[in-house]
Structure formats: C-alpha cells, structure tokens
C-alpha cells in the first residue's frame, strides 16, 4: 500500500496518550505521530473501522477525547499495533487541527528550546 502522507510522521517518544474503547481506558505507548492519526501499542486486536476515544498532552497542548477511528491493528510479538486516524467534527475541525499540527511542530523543535520558550 502506498503512503499517501504530505509529511512525514514523527517518533512519539514524548507524547502521552490516553486511548478510551468503550468503557474501559488506558494511557498507551505511542509510536508515531501525524497531525491526522497516531499508531500505539495495545494489548488485544481493534476491529479495523471501530470507534474510540484518544486524549494527547504534549508541551501545553492538551485535547481531550478525540474521536478517531482504527484504520490498522497488526500482532507484534504478544501487543497488537494499532493505528487510527482521527475523525474530525466540521464545527471544530480548523481550531483541532491547529492543535494537532502545534503537537507535531513542537515535536520536531529540541525539548530545551520548548521548555525555554513556555517558561519565558
């Protein structure tokens, strides 16, 4: 399948995320990011299509319960790789997706030079 990305993705080493499937939540290791989706390990298949919800902290920016959907889910070893794509509601779409593009700039700027210009 070809990668059908404008940009690349980025390494999520610092990225929390929490992922809700119906009731039940867990904060998950996240693997990559892109400002459209974010893949993570977690510990039992999701069927490919299915809804849930994904929170994502990172360097002051905070979005709580945003709706994504699975688009992939792979066995590795004893954990599956998942990766959704975030779904976007009309109304809020622009203001989200600033968000999530101001998470993958940060990303790509050195921690010092983050934590220096939020403490300035």
């Known amino acids: 399948m070809a990668d059908r990305r404008h940009r690349p993705r980025k390494k999520a080493v610092e990225l929390l995320v929490s992922v809700r499937v119906a009731e039940y939540e867990r904060e998950v290791v996240a693997l990559d990011y892109h400002a459209r989706g974010v ?34 889910c792979r066995r590795v070893g004893h954990h599956y790789r998942c990766g959704v794509s975030f779904v976007l509601p009309s109304e809020n779409e622009i203001q989200t997706l600033r968000k999530l593009n101001a998470i993958e700039l940060r990303m790509a ?6 934590e220096s210009s939020l403490s300035s």
């Open 39 to 72: 893949a993570f390990w977690w510990p039992a298949p999701l069927p490919e299509g299915s809804k849930l919800g994904v929170s994502i902290v990172f360097a002051g920016v905070q979005i709580i319960d945003l709706e994504a959907q699975v688009r992939t």
């Open 109 to 114: 700027v050195p921690p010092e030079i983050v």
